[in-house]
């Protein structure tokens, strides 16, 4: 299992955007700019559906996915950044949907269609040089 470390959640509560990577059953790929996500537990990555259409496609045919984020500082061009790859699954109610609802409303009048919850099975750093 791969463990979602403290400076990793850091990283993640930076980022304005998580970058969210599908694909089609057939392996068509698929990147959007996700504003409502975060680290959910040491494992697990929260992303909020409001407006997914391909995305939501992908993942009910696939969902295996990829989630990257990054923090840069560009004065001494710093950066720290991490992939995180697992499987997504859906939740249409319970507390990690009405909690994610919540804290989507909060910030826009935006009605959510789903939570998404990625169960995070590999992590990559990302930032330069790199491995």
């Given at each position: 299992m791969a463990k979602i470390t403290e400076e990793m959640k850091e990283v993640a509560a930076k980022a304005r955007l998580f970058a969210v990577a599908t694909a089609t059953k057939n392996g068509e790929p698929n990147v959007v700019p996700i ?97």
């Amino acid at each position: 299992m791969a463990k979602i470390t403290e400076e990793m959640k850091e990283v993640a509560a930076k980022a304005r955007l998580f970058a969210v990577a599908t694909a089609t059953k057939n392996g068509e790929p698929n990147v959007v700019p996700i504003a409502f996500a975060k680290v959910l537990s040491d494992d697990e990555i929260l992303l909020m559906d409001n407006y997914m259409k391909k995305t939501e496609e992908n993942l009910k045919a696939n969902p295996r996915v990829a989630v990257s984020v990054w923090d840069v500082n560009w004065e001494t061009m710093a950066a720290k950044g991490y992939q995180f790859k697992g499987d997504a699954r859906f939740e249409y109610s319970g507390k990690i949907f009405d909690e994610g609802c919540e804290w989507v409303k909060s910030m826009m009048p935006v009605t959510s269609k789903a939570a998404i919850v990625v169960k995070v099975t590999s992590i990559y750093d990302v930032a330069p040089p790199g491995p």
